[in-house]
């Protein structure tokens, strides 16, 4: 049975009355399986829909067709034991401020009718560096501690599930791998990680298998070492100091000064730098990498970006 099953998923919030605007396919029959012990990756850009996915994996939001289950536990039907299986950390930083962070932590076991569970919240305070924290009230905390504790929270009933929406975002390199380190050990142990990030180096040294979002659609679903074969194999990079002409900038991804070049052989890479030889310029720091998840989710974005028409009859769509 997968850890988590969705089933032609569609979600569509409906135009606000009164406003100008259509209605906003968010998700568009997405359908894929988690099975137990991966650690999967969703990726996508802004909007792509990753966070309507996870809110209606939650519960937080009702799906406008198709299903959702959680070992087996329909999201709908059977909605308080998919939620005990699941850990989510939201992409919202949302909290109570009158709590410490001890008590935010009881409160939420409480919720889940766990008493008496300070040792396992002090492994939790302790493996998100959070033990000196413990009585500190929770506006406090800056927003990267504020993170740590929410991540603390989704996982105080012990999850099978896990699943963090962009739980790097505003978090320090320490953290970033103090999360990480804990998240891999969790997922050693047998649960199941579900993972959005925009960090997508991250995503590569982590996530096994990855499903990457476009307007709402599965648009690539492989695994990771798979999605990096279909790549070109290598990458020209290298600094300049004016212009490319319009026929190359075309072709390359360009950072500020660094450019870069999809270059599959060593003909292909003199080829381009005759290229810019021949318009006058002067390429510094040339170097040739290896292609990463980044190429890849690029390239896969940038296929013929098809606005989705949005045909529906908007009486009965759920919000
Ligand atoms: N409550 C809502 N009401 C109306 N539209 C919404 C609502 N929530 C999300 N949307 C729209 O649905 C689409 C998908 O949004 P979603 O938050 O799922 O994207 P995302 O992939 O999580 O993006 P990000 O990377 O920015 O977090 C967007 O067009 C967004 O504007
Ligand atoms: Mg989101």
Redesign the pocket.
């Known amino acids: 049975m997968p850890a988590i099953s969705f089933q032609s998923v569609s979600k569509t919030?409906p135009a606000i009355r009164n406003q100008t605007g259509p209605a906003?396919r968010?998700l568009d029959d997405v359908s894929f399986d988690i099975q137990p012990g991966e650690f999967f990756g969703l990726l996508?850009?802004?909007?792509?829909?990753?966070?309507?996915?996870i809110?209606i994996l939650a519960g937080l939001?009702r799906a406008s067709s198709g299903s959702v289950k959680v070992h087996g536990s329909d999201v709908l039907t059977d909605y308080a034991n998919a939620r005990r299986k699941l850990g989510v950390v939201p992409?919202e930083l949302v909290f109570d401020p009158f709590f410490t962070v001890r008590e935010a932590l009881r409160i939420q076991s409480g919720y889940f009718g766990i008493k008496h569970n300070d040792v396992w919240i002090d492994e939790l305070l302790a493996s998100l560096g959070l033990a000196d924290k413990a009585h500190a009230n929770m506006r406090q905390l800056s927003g990267g501690m504020k993170r740590r504790v929410l991540v603390a929270q989704a996982l105080v009933h012990k999850p099978q599930v896990i699943v963090l929406?962009?739980p790097t975002a505003g978090v320090d390199v320490e953290l970033r791998q103090t999360l990480w380190q804990f998240v891999a050990k969790l997922n050693k142990q047998g649960s199941t990680v579900l993972l959005?990030t925009?960090y997508l180096e991250e995503a590569e040294a982590l996530c096994s298998r990855i499903a990457m979002?476009k307007q709402?659609r599965v648009v690539a679903l492989a695994q990771t070492s798979e999605l990096l074969k279909a790549a070109s194999s290598n990458v020209l990079r290298f600094k300049i100091d004016s212009e490319l002409p319009s026929h190359l900038a075309d072709q390359a991804r360009i950072t500020g000064r660094i450019v870069q070049f999809p270059a599959n052989n060593a003909r292909e890479v003199e080829q381009y730098l005759a290229a810019i030889r021949e318009a006058g310029l002067v390429a510094e720091d040339v170097e040739i990498r290896k292609a990463d998840l980044e190429d890849v989710f690029l390239d896969v974005m940038a296929e013929k970006a098809v606005e989705v028409p949005v045909e529906i009859n908007l009486a009965g769509v759920a919000?």
Request: proline share 4%; charged share 15%; hydrophobic share 25%.
């Open positions: 919030y906003v968010a996508g850009p802004n909007g792509a829909g990753k966070t309507s996915l809110s939001s992409q929406d962009e959005t925009h979002l709402g919000a």
